[in-house]
Each structure stands twice: as C-alpha cells, then as structure tokens.
C-alpha cells in the first residue's frame, strides 16, 4: 500500500521529500499580475497612509485582512504611533526614493536662512560627482556627455533629503507640487510660505517643477550611491539609516504611467551661432538615432512637453525616410551625399543648408548572415506591459524578416542570468519562440557579466564574412556586470574593435537612462532606438532591418568649410552630442556614427550671408582690417563639404569632397519637411532663433511636405505638432 | 552592486515609500512566499489564491516593517497569519475547499487510496492538524525553532514540542497504513 519511499529512518525528512516532491511551481501569469497589482496598491497606499499620518493615527480598516495586520502592526511596530517617527517617516517620504514612487516630483525647497543649506550644499555637490551610470565620454567629445548636461544645480530632492534630520526642518512646498503631498507637509512642518516658495522655486529650473525630467540627474545619483555620504543621523529612529542603507537600491520603475524622476538625459546646449571669420570649419559626426524622437512622442502622448534636454533635433529629423536620391554606379561612395539651400522658413534674411546622405540599399538577398545576440534585461522594473511583452513581440516581428542562414541567440541579465537560447538558427521560429516566451522579468539576483556572455557569444557565432550584432534590450538598468561606469565605456570601445556592432533599445519609461543608451551605443558602434510601441518596433526592427542591422559606412564624419566671402555666420542644428573638433575629422582614430543600408542622415545648418540684415553679431572695432580676398573662382561657393568615412571593418577612412553652391534654390518638399521638423525641435527647445515662427508654422509647413508618407510617420509628426502646440499654452 | 541589496534593505526602503525596492522584493520573494502558502494550504489553486492575498496585502503591512526581524521571517508571519485568517473565513463561510484539509475530508468520504508520496504526504499532512501543520510548513523551509517561534507567536520550547509531536504523529501515521 504504502510506497518504499517514503519508509525513511525521519518521518519529517520524509515529509519534507514528498513536499519538495509535490511542491507546484508558482504560475507565471498569476505572479505578474499579483506584482503589478500588488505595486499599484503600493503607490496608493502611500497616499493613505499620508492622511493617517496627518492625524497620528493608526490605519484605518482596509479589507478582510486588515484586522490580522492592524494586529501585526501593533504587536511588531509601537513605534509607528509616536510622532516623531511619523514625521521622520514622512520626510523620507519626500526623499528621492520616495519621490520614485509619488510621481508627482515637484522640487522641494528649504526655506532660506536655516542651517538647511548648509546641508544640502555638500549634498548638492557630490552626486554631480558621482553620476551615476556612465560618465565622461572616452574620446574626445564625440559621446553623450553627461557631465555636461545641463542640470539644475540645487538639486530640489537632495534638498528634500538633507531634511531627514532629528527636528522637525522648515520645508515650503511649492505650488507646483502635487496635490497630496503639501498638505502632508504642512501638517508635519512648521513654516508654509508661499512667498518663499515662488522666490526659490524661481531659482529652480522651470521645468524640473514641471515635469520632473529637470530633476532626473541629481535625484537619480542621490538614490544611486552619493547618498551614502549623506549626514542623516537621526538618533534611534532605525528609518534615519535608511538612506545610507538604501543606496545599494536600483531606481527601477515597475509600475507604468506617470513620469518619475530617474530618466536621464544627454544632451549639450545648442550649438551656438558661429561666426565664419572666426571658426570657419564646422564638423559633425552623423547621427542615426531615432530615441530622441520616439520619447517625444511618448511623452507628448501623456500630455506633458517634454524637458528642452530632451529634444535632439537631429535625432527627430532622422527619424523620418526621406527620398533623396540614392548613390548610383558613379559614386565613389557607399552613400550620396545631396546639399540644398533655401531660404530658412523662420527667416526671411538666413538660409538653410541642407545636407542630406542617402545610403545604399544592397538588395536584401545578397546581405551577409548575421549573428544576432539579445542582451535581454529581465530585471524585475521590466515587468511591465510596454517592456519586456513588448520587447517580446517586437523580437517576434524580427523574427519572420530573418533568413534561414541567421543565427539568433539570446542572453537575460538580471534575474534568470545567462544564456537563455543558445545560438539557433532563425528558420527554427519554433525553439526561438519558445525562448522569448519563457523569458521572465522578476529575480533580482545580478547576472555576472550579462555583457560579456554577450558578446562572447556573438564572437563565437561570427563566420566568415557575417555580420554580428549585439541588441540590448533594456529598461535603463545597465547592471551588466561591469560595475564601473567607465570600465564598462572601455569594454563595449573594446569589443568595437572586434567587429561587433551594438544597439541599444530602450524600452519603458521611468528609469530610462537615455544618455546611458547613447553612450553605449556611440562607443558600441551602433545605434539607439526607444521602443514605445508595436508600430515603433515594427519600424526600428523590421522595416529598418536592413539598415538597422548592415552598416554601410563606418565612422562616417562630415565637416563643412563655409565660404567667408558669402556667409557671416551659421549654427548647426541639432548635433549638439556629435560635434568633433576639426582635427578629428582626418583622425581614424576618432569613433563616429554609422551609416546603415537605405540609411539617410540630414543635417541642417542655418546660414547668414554677408550683409544681410539678420547678422547677430556685430563686428569687432578693433579687429584687423585686411582680409586675404577670396579668389575670385570661389565667389559663387557659398562652402566646402568634406565627408569621411570607412568601409564596415576597415581601419583607413576615405574621403569624398565638392563644394556647395551659393545659389539659393528651390527646395522640394524633403527638405521643406526637414526644415519643419527642425523647427519644431527648436520650438520645444525654446530656441531664440525662430522669431515670431511658432507652432501653427511649423505644422502648416509640415503638411504641406508630406510627400508620400507611407508609413504615415509624417502624419503622425503633424498630429505631434498640434498637441505640442495646445500643451504649451 | 544594485542587485545585491538585501531583502532587509529592500525592505526599510519599501517601508521608506520606495515602490522600486517594493516591487524588487516581492519580485525576489514571491517564489518562497508560494512555497510556503503551497506547504500552509495543500492545494496549488488555494496557494495561488493566498499569495495573492498576502501580495495586496503586503503594501499596507510593509510600512510597519522596522528592520527587527529578517525580512522572511517577518513575511512568513504575514503569511502564516494570513492562512490563519483565510481558514477562519472559510470554515465561517462554510465553503468547500481544497487542500490538506479538504484532503481530509474527501479520505473520511471515500476510503480510496492512492500510493504515490504525494497521497502519503496529504494523508500525513491532513492527520497533523492546523497547529502542527502550520509549524512544519515553516520547519520543512530550513526555518530555525526559534524563528518559527518568532513568526508563530508562541515560545520555542512550544515549537519544538509540535515538531516533536509532529513526528510522533507521522509515524503513527505510516505504522497504521503500514499495519493496513
């Protein structure tokens, strides 16, 4: 009757196989949705025990269990009746960490004359010191560089946070902070004044109260590790130690929908207006990344502007096709090279000089086989419906555009760490499905070197003449393995050298790292993409398969000489995070953008002509008279563009050169559509230099440019417009 | 590293507001905490149901978490609480239910039995009791007499006796199908 096994000397050792035996595994489904739900009412509980805490109260009865907990509460928690605690635990509330989850991240400003700024001034310093994820570009100013974004300097959460102190601290909170929070505070704090709170919310940046991306870098390197040396001694109260305990903590964002304060965002200032006497060569390397674009967009779509900081215009530009012509049998290059100028929309008195780059198209059969390696993020924050089912599907979408000759193979980092599909074959759909479905976000535990197994494995799939490319599919976590920012910029420059390429794909908002992605995507020869939606996946994934996946042209720079004879001055627009020095240009050594098949890049310079009326700067009374003439055979070139670039895989770059006609054209409606993109761009950037053009401009210079718009990209680009316009009245 | 916080870390920024290192470490300990419902209930659906539970329940009780206890000792009370109050409500609901009680109930009706350890350890399960049962979900997780004692709210020289008891009763268990 009895089964053998179960006759063991220990009835309990017994008892414990038959149960280890039995043990069911927990359903995956079931524990998604009881995570996700579980982390809503984490958010809105905060907000009830905000209200309790206002009274000294304990909670009120909330469900069936709420009985055995109050229970629980009592017998293992005294301390959350006393005040005091109350208060700490409030105030670390509205420390960054707790910022994270309220969503509603309005700066938090001590007032004036206390012993406050004392505090914070160290505080304020030392996570600009410590940024925290990667942080000086490698070489030369090619990269993202963080340390020169721009960011407001007195950081509003780690003011917030130096008030987790033993007293009560007086704290203002401004208007701009949400609705639940000032009255939490003016509960706990003794001085409200609003006075106050407009005079230093003034010195804030505007945006960092409007939407939180302002605040992203201080509060982010805050709850990253500066906060360790943070003084927050607060006697026997075991939540003071918390902030020095909690650094060790991941910003990860698991629930959707508001914008918390950890994205960060690469950009540089604009590019100044230039005069042509002074630095009459301008060089650039292309950019081919779309991120910029598409978190516009996501962010729009929620009804915020998003932060200046984040618009690159050239990235929003490139994000459209256009049809420039394609190169041909004459050219040298792998790519034509197309320069327009006309007159410049939103100044009758300047000229655009556009310049646009058509990339081959190689017939899709002849491609090389590619090695594709997923660097898949399964960390717990991606554990949520526009992350990893996303990224699932999109993969899906890839999938069917694979040859037979492909190899696929994935790699999870966090969590589930490892090599998750060892290299397959594309034509097996079957197992490679299967694969992406099995992958689970949740686990916590760090997968050593997720980026290494990564790229080991694409090297050991690359055949002769293959292609292989590492995909990082991420939420902005960039735990890989390497813990050391810099080491981790070393490494992906490193393994660009062997030939991998890498791209990053953001996914998710929240906790996007978005000048992690471009930095690692700069340094990893490759490019980056913010995956929001199916429609952008089935973009960035299939429809640009080809170019997001063959490169064409390696390092491929463009510098311009203007003509001083025929133009005072010019900006670039956009490029801010791609600017070279001049030397760099014949430099090989200097990383620069990738060029892929059926790529186009567009750049676009504002010019001035001598003598026109819109000259912004005035000329020098003391400055040399005598100026070598121009001779004469140039006078009708308004400049001189240079392009460099390298075969995929070689290490000597060549050169194609000509000059640019100074007669102004006509355009057609490819760059008239540029020129409005553009402007948009500049619009949300709150440039100076539009004049009186302003939204209803733009969109009205885009519909008249939409051309053909098969994808209807540019539709939706005029639908942006329209709600960019009603959002910043 | 990041990843390397503990749970008890996790756990005072949780109790700080910190949804990120709530959803990380339920994410971390959801695997256990079923364990443990499954060890508690004796049925995957009634687990499922009270990990559930305990999972939206989890947000109001972790801001009363102050770092005394580890972190899983603290949820296995949750947890052992939890199935103490679902039973409760069942048994005054008088709903049907599955698991080793249900188990219980079904042998007493039909004197069918299956030989696989799996019965066996339904049978054994469903002999002990809630008492004892409860003590040696907790005892078969490597959880020590004195954390038990802990999480059960009684003395440690009591858990040691259930367990002691407990065995006791298993044998009597085995012998009587033995001799059957």
């Known amino acids: 009757m009895t089964s053998k096994e179960t006759t063991g000397n220990d009835p309990l050792d017994d008892l414990k196989r038959a149960m280890a035996q039995a043990m069911p595994a927990p359903d995956a489904a079931r524990r998604e949705a009881n995570l996700a739900r579980s982390q809503e009412i984490f958010a809105t509980h905060q907000g009830s025990l905000q209200a309790a805490r206002q009274n000294s109260a304990t909670p009120t009865h909330r469900g069936f269990f709420a009985g055995v907990f109050d229970m629980l509460f009592t017998r293992t928690t005294g301390a959350l009746t006393a005040t005091t605690a109350l208060v700490a635990v409030g105030l670390l509330y509205v420390s960054p960490l707790g910022e994270q989850l309220l969503r509603a991240p309005g700066p938090l400003v001590p007032t004036g004359g206390t012993a406050i700024p004392e505090i914070s001034e160290p505080l304020a310093q030392a996570p600009r010191a410590v940024p925290p994820v990667i942080a000086a570009p490698t070489t030369g100013d090619t990269f993202a560089a963080t340390e020169a974004a721009p960011v407001p300097a007195p950081s509003p959460s780690v003011a917030a946070d130096a008030v987790v102190l033993p007293v009560p601290v007086p704290l203002v909170a401004p208007e701009a902070e949400g609705a639940r929070r000032p009255e939490a505070l003016a509960a706990t704090t003794p001085l409200t004044s609003d006075a106050d709170a407009a005079d230093l919310s003034g010195t804030l940046n505007a945006e960092a109260s409007a939407d939180g991306i302002g605040t992203t870098s201080p509060a982010d390197a805050a709850s990253g590790r500066a906060i360790v040396a943070a003084p927050a001694p607060v006697p026997g109260n075991q939540i003071a130690a918390s902030p020095a305990r909690i650094q060790a903590i991941p910003p990860l964002d698991a629930t959707p929908a508001p914008l918390p304060d950890s994205e960060e965002f690469a950009n540089e200032s604009p590019s100044p207006l230039r005069l042509v006497a002074d630095e009459p060569v301008s060089t650039f390397s292309i950019d081919v990344d779309t991120a910029a674009y598409a978190l516009l967009r996501s962010t729009l779509n929620r009804g915020q502007l998003p932060a200046p900081d984040a618009i690159r215009i050239e990235e929003m530009v490139n994000y459209f096709p256009y049809d420039y012509p394609a190169p041909d049998a004459g050219d040298v290059s792998p790519f034509r090279p197309t320069v327009q100028v006309f007159p410049t929309p939103w100044n009758p008195d300047t000229q655009l000089v556009h310049i646009g780059i058509q990339g081959i198209l190689p017939a899709i059969e002849d491609r090389p086989a590619l090695n594709l390696v997923f660097l898949i993020d399964t960390s717990g924050s991606m554990n949520d419906p526009a992350k990893l089912p996303l990224l699932i599907q999109s993969f899906r979408l890839m999938l069917d555009r694979l040859n037979p000759e492909d190899q696929v193979a994935i790699v999870t980092y966090a969590g589930s760490a490892g090599v998750a599909l060892e290299p397959t074959s594309a034509a097996d759909t079957v197992t490679i499905s299967r694969a992406l479905t099995a992958l689970q976000a949740g686990g916590s535990t760090n997968g050593v070197g997720g980026l290494q197994v990564a790229y080991d494995l694409a090297a050991q799939m690359t055949g002769n003449g293959e292609v292989s490319r590492v995909l990082l599919a991420t939420d902005g976590d960039f735990n890989i393995g390497i813990s050391d920012p810099e080491a981790l910029e070393n490494y992906i420059a490193e393994q660009r050298e062997t030939g991998i390429y890498l791209s990053v794909l953001g996914f998710g908002r929240g906790n996007l790292q978005d000048d992690t992605m471009q930095a690692l995507a700069q340094n990893g020869n490759g490019t980056a993409a913010y995956i929001d939606t199916l429609h952008e996946a089935q973009r960035v994934l299939v429809d640009q398969l080809a170019g997001a996946l063959f490169p064409i042209a390696d390092d491929l720079k463009v510098q311009v000489e203007f003509n001083p004879a025929v133009i005072a001055e010019y900006r670039l627009i956009g490029y801010e995070t791609r600017a070279l020095a001049r030397e760099d240009f014949a430099n090989d050594a200097v990383d620069a953008g990738e060029l892929g098949a059926g790529h186009s890049v567009t750049a676009i310079y504002e010019v001035t002509p001598v003598g026109s009326p819109a000259l912004r700067i005035a000329p020098l009374r003391y400055a040399a008279e005598e100026t070598t003439p121009i001779r004469a055979e140039f006078a009708e070139e308004l400049g001189f563009i240079s392009l460099r670039w390298k075969a995929p895989g070689a290490a000597d770059s060549q050169l194609v050169e000509f000059p640019i006609s100074a007669t102004t054209g006509q355009s057609g409606t490819e760059a008239q559509f540029a020129a409005a993109i553009a402007g948009f761009g500049e619009l949300l950037r709150g440039s100076d230099f539009l004049g009186d053009w302003n939204y209803s401009d733009a969109i009205a210079l885009a519909n008249a440019n939409r051309g053909a718009d098969a994808f209807g990209y540019r539709a939706e680009a005029v639908q942006l417009m329209r709600l960019a316009q009603s959002l910043a009245q | ?180």
Not at chain 2, 12 to 20: I, L, Q
Not at chain 2, 93 to 110: K, L, M, N, V
Not at chain 2, 130 to 150: I, K, M, N, P, S
Not at chain 2, 163 to 173: H, M, P, S, Y
Request: hydrophobic share 45%.
């Open chain 2, 1 to 180: 590293m990041r990843m390397e916080a503990s749970d008890e870390d996790l756990a005072m920024a949780a109790a700080g507001g910190d949804a990120t290192a709530f959803g990380l470490l339920l994410g971390r300990v959801y695997s256990r905490l079923f364990a443990l419902c499954f060890r508690l209930t004796g049925s995957r659906a009634e687990a499922e149901d009270l990990t559930q539970d305990i999972c939206l329940a989890l947000p109001a009780k972790l801001a009363g978490y102050r770092g005394q206890a580890r972190v899983t000792t603290w949820l296995y009370r949750v947890a052992v609480n939890a199935a103490t109050d679902r039973r409760r409500r069942q048994a005054s609901y008088g709903r049907a239910t599955e698991g080793w009680g249900d188990w219980e109930i079904d042998r007493q009706q039909s004197a069918v039995e299956a030989e696989d350890a799996t019965d066996w350890l339904h049978r054994a399960m469903a002999g002990l009791g809630d008492g004892l049962r409860d003590t040696l979900a907790l005892v078969l997780d490597e959880v020590t007499h004195a954390e038990a004692a802990e999480i059960l709210g009684i003395s440690e020289g009591t858990v040691s006796w259930r367990v002691a008891e407990a065995k006791k009763k298993l044998r009597e268990i085995r012998e009587k199908e033995e001799a059957s």
